[in-house]
T-cell receptor, first 114, second 112 residues
């Protein structure tokens, strides 16, 4: 299993600002994923981040709004840019290997935009 | 397209009673199926997974799930619930850890 640490655990931000969320894993992993969980909703995949290449974004998510970095095999960041109240969600980092493996999740970052 | 349906948004059971949470999926290939639990303010914890083999899988905390290909279902069961089982439960499908598709979740409330 993998232990995933996310920072910050929660934040309250002003609209129009940006927040960068960090995800640190205790072991080297190939694939890291970022999910969004809107209030009372399920999880939706934002993007897949592989080390050494640009992140792959899912439909409805764009790099300008959610830039992602993956500088090495244990760390990634997600930035929520130019925030609006609609961005208020829990953002979760996840890691896993290829087919036949399970995904592990961080504790999440609870973001409130006011 | 992949999809997961959890028909029950909210279920209430009495402590000690049995539990079954329903999950139906749509997936183009052999699915990898998962059940996760999310306690208030917490991340997701894996309860169990099905990749292949025995269609009845055992997980942590006394949970089990049965894969039924003919019904495209992967229902979660527990014979006797405890107050600490109150949480949100998510069924998910995907190719291993990649690009999981989650159901809407079922919120479980336990009556004392």
């Amino acid at each position: 299993s993998a232990v995933i640490s996310q920072k910050p655990s929660r934040d309250i931000c002003q609209r129009g600002t940006s927040l960068t969320i960090q995800c640190q894993v205790d072991s080297q992993v190939t694939m890291m994923f970022w999910y969004r969980q809107q209030p009372g909703q399920s999880l939706t995949l934002i993007a897949t981040a592989n080390q050494g290449s640009e992140a792959t974004y899912e439909s409805g998510f764009v790099i300008d709004k959610f830039p992602i970095s993956r500088p090495n095999l244990t760390f990634s960041t997600l930035t929520v840019s130019n925030m609006s109240p609609e961005d208020s969600s829990i953002y979760l980092c996840s890691v896993g290997g290829g087919a036949g493996t399970e995904a592990f999740f961080g504790q999440g970052t609870r973001l409130t935009v006011v | 397209a992949q999809s997961v349906t959890q028909p029950d948004i909210h279920i209430t059971v009495s402590e000690g009673a049995s539990l079954e949470l329903r999950c139906n999926y749509s997936y183009g290939a052999t699915p990898y199926l998962f059940w996760y639990v999310q306690s208030p303010g917490q991340g997701l914890q894996l309860l169990l997974k099905y990749f292949s083999g025995d269609t009845l899988v055992q997980g942590i905390k006394g949970f089990e799930a049965e894969f039924k290909r003919s019904q495209s279902s992967f229902n979660l069961r527990k014979p006797s619930v405890h107050w600490s089982d109150a949480a949100e439960y998510f069924c998910a499908v995907g190719a291993g850890a990649q690009k999981l598709v989650f159901g809407q979740g079922t919120r479980l409330t336990i009556n004392p």
